[in-house]
């Protein structure tokens, strides 16, 4: 079964760039039914949805962060990455990479939901 | 964006207690709404998806109902396992958006 992991550095300082990694096991990061995401969830905001990679490079941010973001994806590698520029304290959080899975109803049209997720790493901003 | 609000925000209940958590969001969204279980210091899973579809090895107590704007999610029966932060999150369009959650605790 698909499992995710996240890797990086557990403190940044503010004005630089957070960069996380996640690697995907267990299955192919290329496929069709997959968008591949990040999240971050802080006890203040609650859960944030910050965007998604296709296998493709495609992306879609969350217009609150897309000034700040920039996703990508190494199919060689089966991994995808985040980096967050210009941090701040506000982006301290624990940062989770998630599936984000689409599958077509008995209906006709596409359900989508976060699974699996990451274990999630804790990025702090602090000089 | 698209706006959604639990409520309560958090409940005391008892093992056995019939508990419901509603979803109300800030324009249609049909069907296209999830509920995920988050335990202390885990990453949230999805319990429902498609507002009533019970996840594959998800417990027959949880159900959940609505379309439109107006979900729930209900747990019949609660049991030690279920005390934890519920979420609902939509996925009618981008960019997705969650519930601020709902954190059931032991009475």
């Known amino acids: 079964q698909v499992q995710l992991q996240e890797s990086g550095p557990g403190l940044v300082k503010p004005s630089q760039t957070l960069s996380l990694t996640c690697t995907v096991s267990g299955g192919s990061i290329i496929s069709g039914d997959s968008y591949w995401t990040w999240i971050r969830q802080t006890p203040g905001k609650g859960l944030e949805w910050i965007g998604y990679?296709?296998?493709?490079?495609?992306?879609y941010y969350n217009p609150s962060l897309k000034s700040r973001v920039t996703m990508s994806v190494d199919t060689s590698k089966n991994q995808f990455s985040l980096n967050l520029s210009s941090v701040t304290a506000a982006d301290t959080a624990v940062y989770y990479c998630?599936?984000?899975?689409?599958?077509?109803?008995?209906?006709?049209?596409?359900?989508?939901?976060?699974?699996?997720w990451g274990q999630g790493a804790l990025v702090t901003v602090s000089s | 964006d698209i706006q959604l609000t639990q409520s309560p925000s958090s409940l005391s209940a008892s093992v056995g207690d019939r508990v419901t958590i509603t979803c109300r969001a800030s324009?249609?969204?049909?069907?296209?709404l999830n509920w995920y279980q988050q335990m202390p210091g885990k990453a949230p899973k999805v319990m429902i998806s498609d507002a009533s579809t019970l996840q594959s090895g998800v417990p027959s107590r949880f159900s959940g109902s609505g379309s439109g704007t107006d979900f729930t999610l209900t747990i019949s029966g609660l049991q030690p396992e279920d005390f934890a932060t519920y979420y609902c999150?939509?996925?009618?369009?981008?960019?997705?958006?969650f519930g601020q959650g709902t954190t059931v605790e032991i009475k």
């Open positions: 999150q939509q996925t009618y369009t981008t960019p997705r958006t």
């Open positions: 998630a599936r984000d899975l689409s599958t077509l109803h008995s209906s006709g049209y596409y359900v989508n939901w976060f699974g699996p």
């Open positions: 990679i296709f296998y493709n490079g495609n992306t």
């Open positions: 324009q249609s969204i049909r069907t296209f």
